[in-house]
């Protein structure tokens, strides 16, 4: 993998606005991989070297910044977080109900202290709750809901659960199953709806979904709602040293959130804003795409990838597998696309500049997407595209060598592969087979064989502090600490993990000439850790806070470390 870095020579120094010092950097640029110290101007490192060289940088109006010894990286830059889905303080929230019962507990008490609730809305219900590894059902949930209508959303957010009143509301019957926000799933004798909503990532969250679930009066599509969800996930964001969010899939609706966090001094992080491409989009939208893009095009706001979905998940048997999944006959999901139309589109898309960020998780969803960047090299020419995989969740051994010969980026989330998420006993696991557990997350294997990993939380699907993705990259282990690891011959140490955070994110974007290292020209983002997660032991990586986060050379968040 290689980074073109630019410098920015000084000859004669003159006092900076900011000068850290007494730091242990880990500038993560392979041409000084450590220095004590660095000297910031107009918001540019100007200078990284050596504490006993500081002072010549150092003025009357020179702010100093002593680290105290501690670990300082670069602002790390999550490739994959859904800000504007955040977390909702509005919804039951049901992370950790791993039963029906618990679900059903959760429920209840919300609605015991919201009695005049016109909708109950949850979030995060995990698909191993359910008994006997089926999808959930309206009959799951009416005992506890009663007449209010009821929207549950699934912890990765692409499959929603519908009580019986909900299933009414919005206008769902045996004649009416392809829906603006998703396609219910009917019982196989009686052809009713069952209350399970696939394809919710797809359809619900589009421009149009959004739009029909709005004038349906969801309250979750609410715009005050999107932007309460957009504004707390960018709090944290900032909190836990992520100076660059790649927000993946967006409308071009959903920019006036962004444009109003800016103005409200919301937007710390810097962002990249992918526009969701779902089957349909026309010309005339890439024409308004591209438009979109030169608009927001700066260091703080920049619009311009492509989000695509080729499958959709392993949980629910939507992802598109190369073999049938365990004990379910001949089915292996399906893709959204034939191979053929997605290559002719991802031809097209290439051609006229597009950067495409293409969901996939099942063996056969990635291989059909390598084909199609294949496709597209030939018919257009190489070129530097930097098309994304993401999620990569079960790679075929075969297609590892393709991502580096192709110059496709493999955006992946460590956290997924943990035991307590996907392991044995869990849904992914069980549904994959054990014979096929070798294909899961293979970040090693990926980075052998020379691919660029951009790695990233996927909030609200997972935790979003980057140490718990760090930390699982390394042990594959629950958070929980102890066990064992799950598929440990896929881990990476902390440096490639670290690198995947930052510079890795960083090429993955367009972005490596002015983020993911600490090196003279580049934006003066970076954190200070309170403890040295290169050198703890791993279980130490969990706890570790980012105690003071810079960016653009100004402090935007401080706190005490753990």
């Given amino acids: 993998m290689e980074f073109v870095l630019m410098h920015i020579p000084v ?40 504490d006993a060289d500081a002072a010549a940088w150092t003025g009357a109006e020179t702010r100093i910044l002593d680290a105290g010894g501690r670990l300082v990286l670069p602002g790390f830059i999550d490739a994959h977080n859904h800000v504007r889905l ?69 912890y990765d957010v692409h499959t929603a659960w519908l009580n019986t009143a909900a299933l009414r509301r919005l206008g769902v019957h045996r004649d009416r199953t392809s829906l603006p926000f ?27 979904g959004h739009r029909a679930l709005r004038e349906l009066g969801v309250p979750w599509a609410a715009p005050d709602r999107q932007y309460g969800r ?22 071009l609706d959903d920019l006036a959130l962004f444009e109003r966090a800016r103005a409200e001094g919301r937007l710390r992080s810097r962002i990249v804003a992918a526009l969701f491409h779902p089957r349909g989009t026309t010309e005339t939208d890439l024409d308004e795409f591209a438009a979109a893009a030169r608009k927001y095009d700066d260091d703080r706001l920049n619009v311009g990838p492509l989000k695509l979905y080729i499958d959709d998940v392993v949980e629910p048997r939507t992802a598109a597998l190369l073999e049938p999944y365990a004990g379910c006959g001949r089915h292996r999901g399906d893709t959204f696309y ?30 059909t997407v390598l084909d199609a960047v294949a496709r597209a090299r030939a018919v257009n020419g190489p070129r530097d595209a930097r098309h994304q995989i993401v999620h990569v969740e079960c790679l075929d051994p075969a297609d590892t060598p393709r991502f580096a010969e192709l110059g496709v980026v493999a955006c992946m989330q460590p956290r997924h592969a943990a035991p307590d998420i996907a392991g044995p006993g869990q849904d992914w696991a069980e549904s994959i087979g054990p014979e096929r557990w070798h294909k899961a997350w293979p970040l090693r294997s990926l980075h052998t064989a020379g691919a660029v990993l951009a790695l990233s939380s996927d909030w609200n699907v997972a935790e979003m502090d980057p140490m718990v993705g760090i930390y699982t990259a390394v042990t594959r282990r629950p958070l929980t600490g102890g066990g064992e690891p799950w598929t440990p ?37 970076f954190v200070i850790l309170s403890r040295d ?10 706890g570790t806070v980012a105690e003071t986060v810079v960016v653009g050379g100004e402090t935007v968040s401080t706190r005490p470390g753990a």
């Fill in 533 to 542: 997660i290169l050198r703890v032991d791993p279980e130490e990586i969990l």
């Fill in 489 to 525: 011959q896929e881990t990476i140490d902390v440096a490639t993990a670290v690198e995947g955070y930052t510079m890795g994110s960083a090429y993955a974007n367009f972005l490596e000439n002015d983020r993911g290292s600490l090196t003279v020209g580049k934006l003066a983002d």
């Fill in 338 to 367: 034939p191979a053929e139309e997605f290559a002719e589109l991802l031809t097209r898309l290439d051609a006229r500049g597009f950067q495409c960020f293409v969901h996939a998780t099942g063996d056969r969803g990635i291989r």
């Fill in 86 to 154: 955040g977390s909702d303080g509005a919804c039951v929230q049901l992370a950790g109900a791993r039963t029906l019962d618990a679900i059903h507990q959760r429920i209840t008490s919300w609605r015991a202290s919201h009695p005049g609730a016109a909708w109950i809305e949850a979030e995060a219900f995990d698909y191993s709750a359910i008994p006997g590894g089926r999808m959930p059902t309206a009959a799951d949930l009416d005992p506890v809901t009663k007449d209010t209508p009821a929207l549950v959303l699934s």
């Fill in 11 to 50: 000859t004669q120094p003159t006092p900076a606005d900011l000068v850290l010092t007494h730091a242990r950097i880990h500038t993560v640029d392979p041409d000084l991989p450590e220095a004590e110290a660095l000297a910031v101007r107009d918001g540019r490192i100007v200078w990284v070297g050596a």
């Fill in 230 to 251: 957009l504004a707390k996930s960018l709090d944290d964001a900032i909190g836990y040293g992520i100076t660059t969010v790649v927000e993946p899939q967006n409308s």
């Fill in 182 to 208: 998703g396609e219910a799933v009917t019982d196989p004798v009686t052809g009713e709806p069952t209350g399970f909503v696939r394809d919710f990532a797809v359809k619900g969250l589009s421009r149009d």
